[in-house]
């Protein structure tokens, strides 16, 4: 059973009550802000700072059902406590806010729940680690049939 919250979504922008400042030094593309307690909730366990690391400090899945379906991102879990993000709001960046097709409102409601680490990677919102991810999975591909051609050979030869 996957938990999941419907909490409402605030764009973070300017003259949107966030502190300018924090617009411009704290708020990343690949994060998704909650209050604490959240991380409780989604992943059944209490949240300490994990630095950057996604295996490590939990995915998020956003989720917004409309007229055309749903649209879902996944960002990685960070404190919105600084930034007075409340239990029933979370905290996301103009373009991911737009991802999730809400063009005007600067407020709407979607779903929380787990998210997974290998659609963060390949649908990451920065391009080199979209690649990075994409051609790691590729090469590693490559690697196994190679890897099982040259096993094959060595056995044809001792048989």
């Known amino acids: ?4 919250s419907l909490v409402n979504i605030k764009k973070f922008a ?16 690949d994060r998704v802000y909650l209050e604490n307690s959240m991380y409780r909730h989604i992943f ?6 994990q630095g950057s690391k996604p295996w490590k400090r939990g995915i998020v899945k956003i989720s ?4 055309d379906g ?30 999730l097709c809400f063009e005007t409102d600067d407020n709407a409601t979607v779903e929380i729940s787990k998210g997974s680490i290998f659609r963060f990677y390949w649908d990451h919102p920065e391009h080199h680690n979209r690649v990075a991810f994409k051609l790691s999975l590729v090469f590693g591909l490559i690697s196994f049939v190679s890897l099982i051609v040259s096993v094959i050979s060595i056995i044809i030869t001792f048989w």
């Open 1 to 4: 059973m996957e938990l999941y």
């Open 14 to 29: 300017r003259g949107n009550g966030v502190d300018e400042e924090k617009i411009n030094n704290g708020i990343e593309t």
């Open 44 to 49: 059944n366990k209490t949240f300490r700072e």
């Open 64 to 67: 917004h059902v409309n007229d």
């Open 70 to 99: 749903e649209n879902s991102i996944h960002r990685m879990f960070a404190s919105g406590n600084s930034f007075c993000i409340t239990n029933d709001l979370a905290g996301v960046d103009a373009e991911n806010f737009t991802l």
